[in-house]
């Protein structure tokens, strides 16, 4: 069974940092894309970083050079390395895979889903 779990969400000041995890099973890294989209009440899920199987990635506009996405092979683990948090970053995090192996943008392009976990930025 293909399955996608986060962890690592909860309340952090302004400024302040966070790590999230995504813990893979039922698939491997050398044939995924992996990815990090976010999703506030009301707004349209968006991307916030993105990895394939090379490690290539992407990044969000509002993550580019605050947030950093890697793969632990080993561990079956993806990471979101979150810094610089502001308020606005505060919505549900979701991890995503697909078997894709071309970098897809947008969440259509990502088939397995975790059930997100909460990140709340105080300011």
């Known amino acids: 069974q293909v399955q996608v779990v986060e962890s690592g969400g909860g309340l952090v000041q302004e400024g302040g940092s966070l790590r999230l995890s995504c813990t893979v099973s039922?698939?491997?890294?050398?044939?995924?894309?992996m990815g990090w989209f976010r999703q506030a009440p009301g707004k349209e899920r968006e991307a916030v970083a993105i990895?394939?199987?090379?490690?290539?990635?992407k990044y969000g506009g509002s993550a580019q050079g605050r947030f950093t996405i890697a793969l632990d092979n080993a561990k079956n683990t993806m990471y979101l390395q979150m810094a610089s948090l502001k308020p606005e970053d505060t919505p549900v995090y979701y991890c995503?895979?697909?078997?894709?192996?071309?970098?897809?943008?947008?969440?259509?392009?990502?088939?397995?889903w975790g059930r997100g976990t909460q990140v709340t930025v105080a300011s």
């Open positions: 995503a895979a697909d078997s894709d192996p071309i970098l897809a943008v947008g969440p259509e392009g990502y088939s397995i």
């Open positions: 039922g698939l491997t890294f050398d044939d995924h894309s």
């Open positions: 990895i394939n199987s090379v490690h290539h990635s």
